[in-house]
Structures are given as structure tokens and as C-alpha cells.
């Protein structure tokens, strides 16, 4: 075998059979040894999972990125010399890329693993060159080769390798964060699909092509190299309108693409299972191992397909925790076994006698590792609860376990082989590898031993400590939502005993691990866990340990601020209270109004509709709970008119008749409606209505003005803050046209579970979390009102308090108009000017002023807790 | 006392005894082992390499290992690391690990003496890497505890 690849390398001119090419027994011996040290690594990582929330990525990666990498690198450089019939690339370049290959997945792992962004992204980089330059070698390999038969075979390679290229910065911008977080749904389904589908799924397809027909010990269908080119075309084209479908957010688009590469697979398995059997088979282990693994592929495409047809993209997300495991192992590390059954003994062997043992170890017990380990995958894949449904991982692992050290053996007994004496010194460095070896792994495993705080046991001494604490307890709702946590900042005395409610409201899990302190499990949608973090006596900062995560802005800090006075005395009176984020008032804490609004998010608009034709103006104003995205990324439950808070505006001229027909569609609450605009009685139409009752409310507005409608049912201060109020604008006789016609209804805004007590508290003691302009928190300062230089633009305004009126000022202009209050205080034609709209609460008027030049104008509250806690906007002024 | 005071001599010992032990391996293996296997011929590179390995072992036994057991558990003691300590994160866990470490590093150092005298020279190799590493492992857990 030897002389033969001598012969080969020489000349290059004599076909190889198709496994026997290489005969670089040495370089597969020890690139065997690295996919088995991956390959353990991973599944040690995987029995940590408990403890460790970065384990669960870390044990996918070391498997996917690490043992099965290196194996595909390996494989398809070695296939594609046979396929291609060409002549080995330099062996020392072949060494020098899967060196590349491995330094770079070592120092990503690492990277993500210890928190270091900038070694992740130079291992990154390593692994990038190190695949392109594959490709490269790839590449040119089908120049000027001889091809064969299987020559389009190579292909599937060329297209892993891109693939992988595109997955390795695709998965690059997730774990630095650099997607951002209103992407990371998207781009993670993208990784997640170009990776496993194309990095391994395409070799597994391209390679069965082949490997199918030869574990079984027949010859190849004739049309096979048709087909191969055929389903290259429907996996790859699909792959690719699927991955840039899913990074666009574009599902339909992503649903196409699968079905076009589950259609490949289907066909694939269609000619697999046409293909004749010959009994015995070449290998039956390998040829069972190989069909259940396309069986699984076979069930996750098409699991994949069914998931991104019937749910939304973040939903998919969630699922694929299932089912990347069920690929992972069903699939990924079953081909490994099946293949690696059948291609170890023979390119370790060098006869059929050595051959025929080395197989006879690899095939050892292999029906019942066969079973457990589909057994394992399906309990993994089926939704079973309790025990039946966590023994899935263990048996899997146990039977994946178990081939490792079958390998490991022959491994050793191939090293044992002739090589020993026809190279001296590799066999006397070989113990120095094998040590080198042992003793990483030994100190990898103390260092994750080391570094495995914050699980249950951390919490308990969290805890312990808090009871020694000095007695003041804080309780804070934390919620992660939008890769983000809100409040991004938590202000405490020294010494405080600081409890966290983490609840995460996110379609994503997420957890939670401060510094030093106890971690949260992941939490899925929904679930609420409180965390004791003990005595804060210092600045801690806590984020969610997903990798990537923190990066992309998942993080908040826990400050101790010096005055212990004043703040331990309301932490006292508040102790065991749930404050969510009023610290946005006292301090800029709380509300993070630098964030991004999510996804889909649309401002209120600020511009006042025309008045209506006619003299009557119907309106229905349902009354309901609504959840209202009222700041950058927090979602609150609001009682709403209309489904907004404020409720919709309305429009008319003096003498107009209203007739407002008031539904109460909520549940449980009463609601009733009061127009200032109009006088009626107030027990009458003012009425309160219970759930499900209607009520006409009919008014004249009989004098012009700037009007505030809110509910009437008490207490009015709850519902007046949660949302229930609006304006009504008519225009007072020979008002003239202006440029822009705005409506802005300030009030405040309280955060909180609606009707808490905390909550309630906050309104009493006029504490909100933010002052607003028509309901949300700067939103027109992340999305300015647009005019141009010399327009005139006329602010109604209305204060809708509960509580605070509003000085209202519009930076860099005067305004040459006020109404207030049904009369004018100040007109064009007049000599002087005003800066400030000051309303009292339930006040209305409006003012105008002429923009002198392109800028931007900033309107706000003069008050500036106000200002700079929401009550901010902008005016994008261009020429 | 001043800065450098009885603790920091404790503290002195425990640190050299493991720079003489680790840097004596890497001396040995790196330098003078393969110098030995170049130079001398096959008889007396056995019998050098042979009498190496046991004055080095000698070393360990009589004054390495006493040494640092002996600064290490009074250090414990100093610190006042309990054993039930030994489980908790950070500190606690991380000397835990590095102990471990410390013991499977001795079981190999042992291991690789029994098997050179039952002449089984390649697990001896693999064994002595395996002390190497894992005792530069020790080192570096050793970084990672705060000072004591």
C-alpha cells in the first residue's frame, strides 16, 4: 500500500481505488485522535449541562465545530483527491490547514467560552483563511484532473466549504453581538441552517452518494451521477433562499428554500432505498448506522420545513432547541460512527487480515449501540415528560461514549502497527502526543470544574449571606425582553439585601448570572425566577449567559450609591415591595430611552386629521386592556379607548354634535367617559358601564378649545394612569390653515403590573417612570416630526396629567401664537412673543411658531425631570 | 511585621518548590533527556536516563511533596478554608479543582516511575507528559486564586 501511494504522489498518473488513495496512515491516525479528543470534549461538556448554560453551546460546538469539522476537512479533501482523480495536495499544507482548522475552533471555543471577544473573533479569522484556503485547494484540485465518474461529488464539498464560510461570520456576528439584537433571531436561524444543513449536511449527502452503494457492497446505480448533480442544485440553491430568507427575517422565502432542500434529501433517500442489497453486506453496522442517519436528516428537514411553514421565525428559534440535538446526534454523530465503522480499518490497515480485525473492534456490540443510540434520539425528539424524556441525552451520549473508546482502541492498535518500525521517531514522539494529550484534558476538565459557579449551590450561600444581611430588603422585577434587560440599571445602599424577580418575557430563553452571585436557570416565555443576590456592598454587573447575548446588550448593572440616608429610608418603607424600575425618576436609571424600539414598532402619529364633513361625528370607543409598547423595548399592559392610550383624538368645529357610543370590552373593570368638552350630567351619560355594556354619549361642543376626555370611573387616578384619557380639538372660529397641524397629549407614565400596589404607590407619591408625549417615551426623538425651513406649524397640546401639567417649549423658536384655555393670549400681529405653553392639569391650547431655518428643533417639557425622562421630541427641520 | 513578613515566606516556599519541580520536568524533558538520548551511547543513556529519573523522584518524595503539603494546608489553614468551602464557587472550587489536579499530576509522576522500572518505556513517556502538563495546569489554577 505504501509503494502504491509512493507510485501515486510520484506520477500522479495512475487512478487510485477509490479509499486506498492516500495511505497517509499517520496523518489520519492523528487526525482521528483529534476528532476523538473533540468528540470527548464534547460529550463531557454535555454531561455539564446542568450547571453550566454556556456548556449546552459549548458541547455543540466542540461536537459540530471541533470533532466533526476537523472529520469533514479531513474526509473531503481525501474524497475529493479520489473522486477527482488527481494527485494529493502537499501533505504539509494539508497539515498546515488542519492545524488552521483547529488553533481557529480552539480559540472560538475559548473565545466564547472564557468571554473574550477579541480571541473569538481572531479564532474566527483563523478558521475563515483556514476553510478558504480548503476551498481554495478544493477548487483548484478540479482543474486539469482527470474526473470520474463521482467528480461531481466534489462539488458537495466546494458548496460545504462556502457554506461554512458564510456560517463561520455569520456565527462570528451573533457571539460578539454585532448583529444587534433586533437581527439575532434571524442571523442565529441562519448559522444554525447553513452550518448544519451545509457545512455537514451536504459532504453526509455528497458522500452517501458513494458510500452507500460500497458499505453494502454493490455497484452504483447508473444514474447516481445525474442525480448527485440534480439534488446538489435543489440542497444548495435551496439552502441559500433559505439562509438569506431566515438572516432578511423574509419566512416565506426560507420556507421555499427548505422545501427545495428537503425535496434533495427526499430524493436522495428515495435512491438510497432503490439501491439492491446483497446479503452479506460489505459492513452491515455501517450500512445501519448510515440509513438511520439519513432516516433522521430525512425527519429534521422535514420537521424544520413543518415548523417554518406553521410558526412564527422567534417560535422556530425555541424549537430548534429540540431539534438541533435530534440532528446532532441522530444524524451528525451517527454518519461519524457509521462512516468511520467502515473507512478507519481501511486506511489504518495495511492488509485485509489487520483490516478485517480493526473492523472487527469497530463493529464490536454494534445492534445494541445502534439501538440505544436511536433510542436516544428519539426520546430526545419526542415531547415526553418527566424521566423518559431526560434519558434521551444519557443513552445517546452512553452509546456515542462507547464507540469513542472502540476508536480510541483501534487508534492505539493502529499507531502499534508497522509504522512503529518503519519510523522510528514518530513512534517515540507518539507517548509525548498521547501525554501531551492526556494532560490538556485533564487541566481543561479542572478548569471547567473551576470556573462552574453560580448553579444552585452558589444561590444557597447567596442566600445564607442575606440572612446575616442588615435587614433591609429590596425586591426588583427584572425582565429580560429584546436582548435587553430592563432596568439596564439598579441603584441600591450599600448593604442593602437585593432580591431579583427575573421574569423573561422573551419568545427566547434567557437567564440570568450576576457577578460573583447565583445564576438563574434558563427561563423560557414566561417563567419567573427570584434570585437572592445577598448583601450588595459593591458595584456588581449581572447578564444573561447565553453566548452572544451579553455582547448584543443583555446586561445591567447594580450601582451603590454613597447616601445612604435618604435612599436605605425608602428602601425600608418599600422593603419587600416590587419596585419595577422607579429609579427612572430620582435618577437616569430605569428606562434605557437610548435603546432601540423593537422590531415593527410605529410611533404614534403626531399630526392632527382634518376635521371631518358634516356636523355629526359618530365615534365607537372601546374600552380594553392593550399591551403598548410605551418605551424603547418595554412593553406595558394599558387600559386604552380605542386600543391607544391616549385614545383616539377628535376633530371638530364649534357647534358639531358628538355621539360617541362607549363599549366596555374589557373584563372585570367598569369604565365610564368624561368630555370636558361638552356639560352634561354627570351621573347620567357619564355613567360608569360594566363589561359588555354599551352606552351613546351625545354632547355639542358649544365652545372651542383644546379639550381632554378621560374616564370617569374612579379611582380615577389608576385609570387616568393607565391610559384612559385623549383629546378633543375644535378649532375656534377663522382659525387659518397652518403648514403642519400637530396634537400632543402629555401625561405620565407608570410602569408595573396595572393596579399593583407598586404601581399605585408610584401615582400617589408622583413618581413615574417617564413623562410622555401622546403615550410613549421619546418617540418622536427616535423618530422626529418632519417639516421645512419657513413652515408654520401650529402644537396643540393637552395636559393629560393624572398628575403633572406641562411647560411646553420648542428649543430655538419663539412662538408668535397661544391659545389657551378658549382665548388667545398671543397673535401674529402682535409685538410680543412666548416661549413657554404652561397648561395645568386637564388644561388644553395650542401654539404656532414659524421654523427660521433647516435644524433640529427639539420640543419638550420644560420641567427637566420631565424633559430628560421622556417627555423629549424632535422636529427634523430641512430646507 | 512589614510587607514581607512569615506568611509571605510560607507563601515564598510553596511557590519556588513548585517553580524548581515544574521548571526540574521541563529542564529534564526538554534539555537534558534528549541531549542524553543524542549524545551518550544506548547502554549509558539507559542508565543515565534511568538515574535521573530516580534522583528526580527522590527529590520529590523527600522535599518537594513535604514541602508543599506542608506550606499549602498551612496556608489553608491561614485563609480558613474549610472543607465543606471546597464546594462553594469561585475560591473554594477553584483550589478544589487545582487539588485534584495536584493529586492526578503525583499519580501520573508515580505511575511513570513504576512503569520505567517495569521497562515499559512508552506509557513512561506518555505518563511523564501527562505530570508535565497537568502540573503546568496546577500552575495556572494556582494564578487564578486570589492571593492569600
Known amino acids: 500500500m505504501r509503494s502504491k501511494t509512493d507510485d501515486l504522489t510520484a506520477g500522479g498518473t495512475r487512478p487510485p481505488s477509490r479509499f486506498k488513495a492516500s495511505g497517509q496512515r499517520g496523518r489520519h491516525l492523528a487526525a482521528h485522535a483529534l476528532v476523538a479528543a473533540w468528540a470527548a470534549l464534547a460529550l463531557l461538556a454535555a454531561s455539564e449541562r446542568q450547571t453550566l448554560p454556556v456548556a449546552r453551546w459549548l458541547a455543540i460546538h466542540l461536537f459540530l465545530l471541533g470533532a466533526a469539522t476537523t472529520a469533514i476537512v479531513v474526509w473531503s479533501e481525501h474524497f475529493a483527491v479520489a473522486m477527482l482523480h488527481t494527485r494529493l495536495p502537499d501533505r504539509r499544507w494539508s497539515n498546515t490547514r488542519l492545524a488552521g482548522v483547529n488553533a481557529g475552533v480552539a480559540g472560538v471555543l475559548t473565545g466564547v467560552w472564557a468571554d473574550l471577544p477579541a480571541l473569538t473573533g481572531a479564532g474566527c479569522a483563523l478558521l475563515i483563511a483556514a476553510i478558504t484556503a480548503h476551498l481554495v485547494v478544493l477548487v483548484r484540485m478540479g482543474r486539469g484532473a482527470l474526473g470520474g465518474r463521482l467528480a461531481p461529488i466534489a462539488d458537495y464539498y466546494r458548496a460545504a466549504a462556502a457554506a461554512l464560510l458564510v456560517g463561520a461570520v455569520l456565527g462570528w456576528l451573533l457571539a460578539t453581538g454585532r448583529g444587534g439584537p433586533r437581527h439575532y433571531t434571524g442571523l442565529e436561524l441562519a448559522h444554525v441552517h447553513i452550518t448544519l444543513l451545509g457545512w455537514i449536511g451536504l459532504p453526509v449527502l455528497g458522500t452517501l452518494f458513494m458510500l452507500w452503494p460500497t458499505v453494502l457492497g454493490v455497484r452504483m446505480a447508473e444514474r447516481t451521477t445525474r442525480l448527485a448533480r440534480r439534488v446538489l442544485l435543489l440542497t444548495g440553491g435551496g439552502l441559500l433562499t433559505a439562509v438569506a430568507g431566515l438572516a432578511a427575517g423574509q419566512r416565506p422565502a426560507a420556507v421555499l428554500g427548505m422545501t427545495l432542500y428537503a425535496a434533495g434529501v427526499v430524493v436522495t433517500g428515495y435512491l438510497f432505498a432503490r439501491t439492491p442489497r446483497r446479503s452479506p453486506a460489505v459492513s452491515a453496522a455501517a450500512a445501519w448506522m448510515l440509513a438511520a442517519a439519513m432516516g433522521w436528516l430525512v425527519i429534521g428537514v422535514i420537521a424544520d420545513l413543518g415548523l417554518l411553514t406553521a410558526r412564527p421565525l422567534a417560535a422556530v428559534q425555541e424549537d430548534l432547541g429540540t431539534l438541533v440535538p435530534v440532528l446532532l446526534v441522530g444524524l451528525v454523530a451517527q454518519v461519524l460512527v457509521?462512516?468511520?465503522?467502515?473507512?478507519?480499518?481501511?486506511?489504518?490497515?495495511?492488509?485485509?487480515?489487520?483490516?478485517?480485525?480493526?473492523?472487527?473492534?469497530?463493529?464490536?456490540?454494534?445492534?445494541?449501540?445502534?439501538?440505544?443510540?436511536?433510542?436516544?434520539?428519539?426520546?430526545?425528539?419526542?415531547?415526553?415528560?418527566?424521566?423518559?424524556?431526560?434519558?434521551?441525552?444519557?443513552?445517546?451520549?452512553?452509546?456515542?461514549?462507547?464507540?469513542?473508546?472502540?476508536?480510541?482502541?483501534?487508534?492505539?492498535?493502529?499507531?502499534?502497527?508497522?509504522?512503529?518500525?518503519?519510523?522510528?521517531?514518530?513512534?517515540?514522539?507518539?507517548?509525548?502526543?498521547?501525554?501531551?494529550?492526556?494532560?490538556?484534558?485533564?487541566?481543561?476538565?479542572?478548569?471547567?470544574?473551576?470556573?462552574?459557579?453560580?448553579?444552585t449551590g452558589g444561590s444557597d450561600v447567596a442566600a445564607g449571606a442575606a440572612g446575616a444581611g442588615s435587614g433591609v430588603t429590596r425586591t426588583v422585577a427584572v425582565t429580560l425582553a429584546h436582548m435587553r434587560i430592563r432596568p439596564a440599571r439598579i441603584e441600591v445602599a450599600a448593604g442593602t439585601t437585593l432580591r431579583l424577580e427575573v421574569t423573561n418575557s422573551d419568545a427566547m430563553r434567557h437567564d440570568l448570572k450576576v457577578e460573583d452571585g447565583p445564576a438563574t436557570p434558563m427561563l423560557a416565555?414566561?417563567?419567573?425566577?427570584?434570585?437572592?443576590?445577598?448583601?450588595?456592598?459593591?458595584?456588581?454587573?449581572?447578564?444573561?449567559?447565553?453566548?452572544?447575548?451579553?455582547?448584543?446588550?443583555?446586561?445591567?448593572?447594580?450601582?451603590?450609591?454613597?447616601?445612604?440616608?435618604?435612599?436605605?429610608?425608602?428602601?425600608?418603607?418599600?422593603?419587600?415591595?416590587?419596585?419595577?424600575?422607579?429609579?427612572?425618576?430620582?435618577?437616569?436609571?430605569?428606562l434605557d430611552l437610548s435603546a432601540d424600539f423593537s422590531a415593527g414598532w410605529r410611533p404614534r402619529d403626531a399630526a392632527l386629521a382634518p376635521v371631518p364633513g358634516g356636523t355629526l361625528h359618530e365615534v365607537e370607543l372601546r374600552a380594553a386592556h392593550t399591551e403598548v409598547e410605551v418605551a424603547p423595548g418595554v412593553k406595558q399592559q394599558m387600559w386604552t379607548f380605542g386600543g391607544s392610550a391616549p385614545g383616539p383624538t377628535l376633530h371638530g368645529k364649534v357647534g358639531d354634535v358628538f355621539e360617541v357610543t362607549l363599549v366596555n370590552d374589557d373584563t372585570g373593570m367598569g369604565h365610564g367617559v368624561d368630555f370636558h368638552a361638552g356639560s352634561l350630567a354627570p351621573d347620567k351619560p357619564m355613567r360608569t358601564i360594566q363589561p359588555g355594556e354599551r352606552l351613546v354619549y351625545r354632547f355639542r361642543a358649544e365652545r372651542a378649545g383644546a379639550w381632554l376626555y378621560h374616564c370617569s370611573t374612579s379611582p380615577m387616578l389608576q385609570h387616568m394612569g393607565n391610559g384612559m384619557y385623549g383629546a378633543v380639538i375644535i378649532d375656534p372660529p377663522g382659525l387659518k390653515k397652518a403648514d403642519h397641524e400637530y396634537v400632543l397629549v402629555s401625561s405620565e407614565l407608570y410602569l408595573g403590573t396595572p393596579g399593583s400596589t407598586a404601581q399605585v404607590k408610584k401615582m400617589r407619591d408622583d413618581t413615574p417612570d417617564a413623562w410622555v408625549f401622546n403615550g410613549i417615551a421619546d418617540q418622536y426623538s427616535q423618530r422626529p416630526l418632519k417639516a421645512k425651513a419657513g413652515e408654520r406649524a401650529r402644537f396643540w397640546v393637552v395636559a393629560a396629567g393624572p398628575s403633572d401639567g406641562i411647560a411646553f417649549h420648542i428649543v430655538g423658536t419663539v412662538f408668535d401664537t397661544v391659545y389657551k384655555e378658549g382665548a388667545y393670549l398671543l397673535r401674529p400681529d402682535g409685538p410680543g412673543g412666548s416661549q413657554v405653553l404652561d397648561l395645568a392639569t386637564a388644561q388644553g391650547g395650542f401654539v404656532e411658531t414659524v421654523f427660521p431655518a433647516a435644524g433640529h428643533y427639539a420640543f419638550v417639557d420644560h420641567d427637566m425631570r420631565h424633559a430628560e425622562a421622556g417627555a423629549h421630541g424632535m422636529v427634523e427641520v430641512s430646507d | 511585621m512589614g510587607t514581607v513578613g512569615w506568611w509571605s515566606l510560607v507563601r515564598f516556599a510553596h511557590v519556588t518548590g513548585a517553580v524548581l519541580w515544574v521548571g526540574g520536568q521541563l529542564a529534564l524533558s526538554l534539555v537534558i533527556l534528549p541531549l542524553a538520548r543524542r549524545l551518550l551511547a544506548p547502554g549509558a543513556k539507559d542508565r543515565f536516563t534511568a538515574a535521573a529519573g530516580r534522583r528526580f523522584g527522590m527529590l520529590t518524595g523527600a522535599v518537594f511533596l513535604p514541602v508543599q503539603l506542608g506550606t499549602g494546608w498551612a496556608m489553608a489553614w491561614h485563609r480558613g478554608v474549610t472543607w465543606a468551602s471546597l464546594a462553594e464557587p469561585g475560591y473554594g472550587r477553584t483550589l478544589a479543582a487545582k487539588l485534584a489536579l495536584f493529586v492526578i499530576v503525583m499519580i501520573a509522576a508515580a505511575g511513570h516511575g513504576i512503569a520505567q522500572a517495569k521497562g515499559r518505556q512508552e506509557l513512561a513517556r506518555a505518563l511523564a507528559v501527562v505530570s508535565l502538563v497537568g502540573s503546568l495546569g496546577v500552575v495556572l489554577l494556582a494564578t487564578a486564586l486570589p492571593s492569600t
Open chain 1, 338 to 455: 457509521g462512516a468511520l465503522t467502515y473507512l478507519l480499518p481501511v486506511v489504518l490497515s495495511s492488509g485485509p487480515k489487520e483490516r478485517a480485525a480493526l473492523r472487527a473492534v469497530l463493529e464490536r456490540y454494534w445492534p445494541a449501540r445502534l439501538a440505544v443510540l436511536n433510542l436516544g434520539v428519539a426520546l430526545m425528539a419526542l415531547p415526553l415528560p418527566g424521566p423518559a424524556g431526560t434519558a434521551g441525552g444519557p443513552l445517546a451520549g452512553a452509546a456515542a461514549a462507547a464507540f469513542l473508546a472502540l476508536v480510541v482502541a483501534v487508534l492505539v492498535r493502529g499507531r502499534r502497527g508497522p509504522s512503529r518500525t518503519a519510523d522510528g521517531s514518530g513512534a517515540a514522539r507518539r507517548p509525548v502526543l498521547w501525554g501531551t494529550a492526556a494532560g490538556a484534558v485533564v487541566t481543561v476538565l479542572a478548569v471547567l470544574v473551576a470556573n462552574s459557579g453560580g448553579d
Open chain 1, 525 to 590: 416565555e414566561g417563567h419567573t425566577r427570584t434570585l437572592d443576590v445577598g448583601r450588595i456592598t459593591g458595584n456588581r454587573e449581572a447578564w444573561c449567559t447565553l453566548p452572544g447575548h451579553r455582547a448584543a446588550g443583555m446586561a445591567m448593572s447594580i450601582v451603590v450609591t454613597e447616601d445612604t440616608g435618604s435612599s436605605s429610608g425608602t428602601d425600608a418603607a418599600g422593603a419587600h415591595d416590587h419596585d419595577h424600575g422607579s429609579m427612572a425618576a430620582a435618577s437616569d436609571g430605569g
